[in-house]
């Protein structure tokens, strides 16, 4: 019985470890084109989900009072779009001397140039009782300045220029987002009675497509020819993510919680998870013909989640 209720009280980290264990046995199931379809499944249908649960769970006067918190917004872009990726430059270059592999670190600082996730931050921050109202805006408008911005880093950084689709990323952003979240709002009008009195369980639902997001994620990674690694480079790049995530995580927990920050606890718990969550949104930007940023992004989720 202890066994069983110990399972039941950490299904979602036994989920994650069934999710890599079943990509790693059979990445083919989960790659774009493959039987689960994630091209629509999880960049379309899990996202506008998430949302839709969101817009069902959320009071509007919260949302409405998360969109006017400049001082909070205005510290996870900055962090996310230009602290974060020159951090992550300045580090490489020290790595630079090591004998990792040199396409492993640009693939870091790849994934560091890249928008925040629209998913999982949001997920997490509302699992632990944080401000989802403020991650669902900062995940949403970090997506689209990274339309913009992410380019230009990558051109900085790297020294690459790419074309992205702004039209199609958009719309994308735009239908799985925040369309979701205003149906979600307005039928929350219409059965905010049942709602309030059932409570139903909007936290198991996001966490369970979560895991179908790593589960694709990891899949991706996985069945790409294109990935030839050293075991030395795999391992020390999963060590020097778990170091990075944990230092910026406690990084923005020092900033927002000093007494003068006027951020809540609520507000702390989206920053540290928006602020240092990152994955491979704009995957138009060519990065779907490179197998290092996907190594890295893997790993990224699975550290930030965990």
């Not at 639902?205 to 589960?215: C, E, P």
């Not at 197998?291 to 890295?296: E, G, K, L, S, Y």
Request: one cysteine or more; aromatic letters at 10%; charged letters at 10%.
């Amino acid at each position: 019985m202890r066994l069983l209720e110990r399972m039941r009280k950490d299904w979602f980290m036994i989920g994650i470890v069934l999710a890599i264990a079943g990509a790693k046995l059979e990445p083919s199931m989960g790659v774009n084109g493959g039987p689960l379809k994630p091209e629509i499944t999880v960049s379309y249908i899990a996202v506008a989900t998430i949302f839709f649960n969101s817009g069902l769970s959320l009071k509007t006067e919260e949302l409405t009072s998360a969109l006017v918190h400049l001082k909070l917004h205005l510290f996870i872009q900055i962090f996310t779009l230009a602290f974060f990726p020159a951090t992550i430059w300045l580090f490489l270059q020290l790595l630079s001397i090591t004998p990792i592999n040199e396409w492993l670190l640009k693939g870091l600082q790849t994934v560091g140039c890249m928008p925040p996730p629209v998913s999982s931050a949001v997920i997490l921050t509302k699992a632990v009782g944080g401000n989802e109202a403020a991650a669902i805006f900062n995940s949403a408008f970090g997506s689209f300045l990274g339309i913009v911005i992410t380019p230009l880093l990558l051109l900085l950084f790297l020294g690459s220029s790419s074309s992205v689709p702004f039209t199609s990323i958009f719309s994308q952003l735009f239908m799985t987002v925040v369309v979701p979240l205003i149906i979600g709002q307005i039928v929350r009008r219409y059965i905010k009675d049942w709602l309030e009195r059932k409570k139903p369980p909007f936290g198991a639902i996001s966490s369970s497509v979560l895991l179908m997001i790593i589960y694709t994620t990891f899949c991706d990674t996985f069945s790409n020819p294109n990935i030839d690694l050293d075991k030395f480079s795999l391992v020390l790049i999963l060590v020097i993510i778990f170091s990075i995530q944990l230092s910026f995580m406690l990084l923005t927990f020092v900033f927002s919680t000093r007494n003068n920050s006027g951020f809540t606890p609520a507000d702390t718990v989206a920053i540290i998870f928006c602020s240092t969550h990152k994955s491979l949104t704009l995957d138009s930007c060519g990065l779907h013909e490179i197998a290092h940023p996907r190594v890295c992004c893997a790993a990224w989720h699975l550290v930030s989640t965990l």
